[in-house]
T-cell receptor, first 114, second 109 residues
Framework: DVKVTQSSRYLVKRTGEKVFLECVQD?????MFWYRQDPGLGLRLIYF?????MKEKGDIPEGYSVSREKKERFSLILESASTNQTSMYLC?????WGSGNTIYFGEGSWLTVV | GQQLNQSPQSMFIQEGEDVSMNCTSS?????WLWYKQDPGEGPVLLIALYKAGELTSNGRLTAQFGITRKDSFLNISASIPSDVGIYFCAATSGSRLTFGEGTQLTVNP
């Protein structure tokens, strides 16, 4: 079974803090994604990566950055956390692009910024 | 941009009833996925569909990839209380995944 693991399930951070959300997948997937999920807004793509050291902006990249130094690890960084970044963050991974692209999600990280 | 229209938004049913939900789009996709999300958890993949017309079952769940490649449905037979949750459709034609808004399912014992 594919396993996508998010290191922190629940975090509380102060406004202005730098926040790291870590994600690891164990299936040698090429693609990794970070989404945030908010009531009434559904799942929104923040950033994705299709290879080590490669990254692409999603639909809402402002206020976020990412790092992919190793194939299995994709980190989401909030340089200076703000209260409007309080949300559930979901990491996901998939094997490849194109037909047959199945995406698997982690358990989610609940971030509260106070 | 691409959008998926998922319906119904919510369903309240009795245990043992069958459930049907669907997603439609004006865009063509080559993969349809169905997920279930429990409160506070990440979405879990239920069924993946890769070919137009494909009908796939996973236990009491059955999903189909529409012939036009613009829609998909998910059926749950003989619902049980643990079926409660939010069900999402998702579709892709390459790299990006587009999501439906979700169907909130409540099952009364």
């Amino acid at each position: 079974d594919v396993k996508v693991t998010q290191s922190s399930r629940y975090l509380v951070k102060r406004t202005g803090e730098k926040v790291f959300l870590e994600c690891v997948q164990d299936m040698d997937h090429e693609n990794m994604f970070w989404y945030r999920q908010d009531p009434g807004l559904g799942l929104r793509l923040i950033y994705f990566s299709y290879d080590v050291k490669m990254k692409e902006k999603g639909d809402i990249p402002e206020g976020y950055s990412v790092s992919r130094e190793k194939k299995e690890r994709f980190s989401l960084i909030l340089e200076s956390a703000s209260t409007n970044q309080t949300s559930m963050y979901l990491c996901a991974s998939s094997l490849k692009w194109g037909s047959g692209n199945t995406i698997y999600f982690g358990e989610g990280s609940w971030l509260t910024v106070v | 941009g691409q959008q998926l229209n998922q319906s119904p938004q919510s369903m309240f049913i009795q245990e043992g009833e069958d459930v049907s939900m669907n997603c439609t789009s004006s865009s063509i996709f080559n993969t349809w996925l169905w997920y279930k999300q429990d409160p506070g958890e990440g979405p879990v993949l239920l069924i993946a569909l890769y070919k137009a017309g494909e009908l796939t079952s996973n236990g009491r769940l059955t999903a189909q990839f529409g012939i036009t490649r613009k829609d998909s449905f998910l059926n749950i037979s003989a619902s049980i209380p643990s079926d409660v949750g939010i069900y999402f459709c998702a579709a892709t034609s390459g790299s990006r995944l587009t999501f439906g808004e979700g169907t909130q399912l409540t099952v009364n014992p």
